[in-house]
């Protein structure tokens, strides 16, 4: 690998289906191509978009060093000039936290209703009566407040960071999962994971109609969750195959994009050959 060559700069909101992309353990070599200059986990798009909250330290416990973390961030809001600062070539979104979270509807913002990590906290359980808010439940309370912050977080990109181009992960759930003899089973899960990928497919739907973005969408590939998965697992926790064919479908994206910069025979000679394959 040549030392000086430049990186391509990508900047992850949404969750570990995206940010593990950017992981050696599921892709050993995207270092040679991409820098992950930064990341909001777990952070719906209403609470992204909201007022920073007052917080004092010592209230986000009982959690490890990388929960704390992603509960600090999601209060703290500050991503957005962070995405300012470092001007990525690429923002990948998901919207996982938005329909497995919800949020929860505080005096002067809104915070993540992320009962994995936030509920353990003394700042959670200090909230007096949360009023929580789930597009599961309050559908069409929720949709109007974010596509609000949907807007909002474009015109930002638009704005503030010209150059950068956004990719919007269509991941889903997984209903059944390969175990470590590659036998498929049926994954039993606390929640409707029909209708979360119906909704989910909504809010990409919109994202999809309204904004100027691409896509990374690996669903008519139906990839299972992996019973061997690092984290554990869950529907979103997929074999390893995913990760492969995420970067390829990446690594696509981001060659067309060079070629269309360029005008030369080269440019045109990829045209070409992108027309053949998609035919």
Known sequence: MM?????????????????????RTFNPNYKEFYECVLLQNQSSLISLMASPVTFSP????????????????DLEK??????????PDYLILDLFSDVFFGCIVLENSVITNNHWKLWKTSYYKNI????????TEQREEYL??????????FSFVQTECPSCKVILHKARFASAYYNENKQVNTLTSSFDI?????????????????????????????????????????????????????????????????MSSQNNVFSYIYEQLEGERKN
């Open 58 to 73: 010592e209230e986000i416990d009982h959690l490890n060093e990388w929960d704390q973390w992603n509960v600090r961030t």
């Open 144 to 153: 109007t407040l974010w596509k609000e912050a949907v807007h909002r977080l």
């Open 194 to 258: 029909e209708t979360a990928n119906e909704l989910w497919n909504e809010l990409d739907t919109y994202v999809e109609e309204h904004y100027d973005i691409d896509v990374i969408d690996l669903t008519n590939e139906q990839f299972l969750a992996f019973e061997k998965h690092p984290w554990g697992l869950f529907s979103l926790h997929y074999e390893w195959d995913y990760y492969r064919a995420f970067l390829q479908t990446l690594h696509r994206i981001v060659v067309r994009d060079y």
């Open 78 to 87: 500050t991503f957005l000039s962070n995405l300012k600062q470092s001007q």
């Open 3 to 23: 030392q000086d060559k430049q990186m391509i700069k990508v900047a992850v909101l949404g969750s570990c289906v995206t940010r593990d992309n950017f992981n």
């Open 128 to 135: 007096n009566e949360p009023s929580v808010i789930k597009l």
